[in-house]
């Protein structure tokens, strides 16, 4: 059973920049490259797809509205990813999930039914 953990949220102004990390834990395997994304969601409205790669190589994609902020990376511990996110606006805060796909799950990077594991989230809040 796959488990992930989000960390690095919290409180920050406009302009500013946070970092978030997600570790995935319960993998049966170190051979497996699962495609791991950024999601958020504020009160009332859909999550969507910030960010996403696949662990051990492969394009990362983005969301058009964070492009140009935010970058998605491979940790050094295996199976972990870095959310970096730069010249936060308002409108960036929601609660940030962690989603993983472990597997092979068919959908774009962007649609939830692909993933089949969920961080608890971590809130980010822009003022």
């Known amino acids: 059973h796959v488990q992930l953990v989000e960390s690095g949220g919290g409180s920050v102004q406009a302009g500013g920049t946070q970092r978030l990390t997600c570790t995935a834990s319960?993998?049966?395997?170190?051979?497996?490259?699962?495609?791991m994304g950024w999601f958020r969601q504020v009160p009332g409205k859909e999550r969507e797809g910030v960010a996403a790669?696949?662990?051990?190589?492969?394009?990362?994609v983005c969301a058009d509205s964070v492009k140009g902020r935010f970058t998605i990376s491979q940790g050094d511990a295996p199976f972990t990813m870095h959310l970096q996110m730069d010249s936060l606006k308002p409108e960036d805060t929601a609660m940030y999930y962690c989603?993983?796909?472990?597997?092979?799950?068919?959908?774009?990077?962007?649609?939830?039914?692909?993933?089949?594991?969920w961080g608890q989230g971590t809130q980010v809040t822009v003022s």
């Open positions: 989603a993983a796909d472990f597997i092979g799950a068919s959908g774009g990077w962007s649609n939830t039914m692909r993933y089949n594991s």
């Open positions: 319960g993998y049966a395997t170190s051979t497996i490259r699962p495609c």
């Open positions: 790669l696949r662990i051990g190589g492969g394009t990362a």
